[in-house]
Nanobody, 120 residues
């Protein structure tokens, strides 16, 4: 059974930082293309980052480029997203997904999500 469990969300002030984690199991994580997507209230899913199983650099959405850093630890079967210089508009539920969200968003296994709230 595929399982993706996100953690690390919370409430921070603008300019703050958080580190999200996603623990994966039930599929060959080391060769899987993984994504971080987010959804704000009343908004559609947004592709935040894609992390490839090769040495290819991660892809980032324009709204987070230069502020977020995605990585993976194949030995731990864990995906990470370092959020820095957070803005109020980054407030969303963040999901990890076994998919390439640049190709098709909303398809593929997703975790339950972790809430990130950026508030003064």
């Amino acid at each position: 059974e595929v399982q993706l469990v996100e953690s690390g969300g919370g409430t921070v002030q603008p300019g703050g930082a958080l580190r999200l984690s996603c623990a994966a199991s039930g599929f060959p994580f080391s060769i899987a293309i993984m994504s971080w997507v987010r959804q704000a209230p009343g908004e559609e899913l947004e592709c935040v980052s894609v992390v490839y199983p090769t040495l290819q650099s991660p892809h980032y959405g324009e709204s987070v480029k230069g502020r977020f850093t995605a990585s993976r630890d194949n030995a731990k079967k864990t995906l990470y997203l370092q959020l820095s210089s957070l803005k109020t508009e980054d407030t969303s539920i963040y999901y990890c997904s076994w998919s390439d969200c640049t190709q098709s968003i909303g398809i593929g296994h997703r975790g339950q999500g972790t809430q990130v709230t950026v508030s003064p």
